[in-house]
């Protein structure tokens, strides 16, 4: 965990957590900025990801509104899995997303 207040990896309950818990912006910011303890990577395409990592949905105003996990994959494409509207091994690519913003979980740290 990274108690980091605003900024950090944390969750108690639903009134004492990190914004990067339930906020697409504060995850995207966190996970590839991080430098203190929890998770970190990269941004890649498709072809980079792995099962576990993320991808951020992009509207068409360029706002990032939903993030998913990859849960597998269809000939190369990534099969995602999220929450907010509960969906198993759905195809990224039936998402109406202006972007999809590929995020490769290249480690935890624990400093």
Request: charged share 15%; with cysteine.
């Amino acid at each position: 965990m990274n108690y980091t207040k605003n900024t950090g990896w944390y969750y108690f309950s639903l009134d004492n957590r990190a914004p990067s818990w339930s906020a697409v912006e504060p995850f995207y910011d966190f996970i590839l900025n991080n430098k203190g303890n929890g998770p970190f990577g990269v941004l890649t395409d498709f072809y980079g990801l792995e099962i576990g990592d993320c991808i951020i949905l992009r509207r068409y105003d360029g706002v990032l509104y939903h993030n998913t996990v990859v849960t597998g994959f269809d000939k190369n494409l990534p099969l995602v899995s999220a929450h907010t509207f509960d969906v198993y091994q759905k195809p990224v690519l039936a998402y109406n997303a202006k972007a999809f913003l590929c995020i490769h979980v290249t480690g935890v740290r624990k400093i």
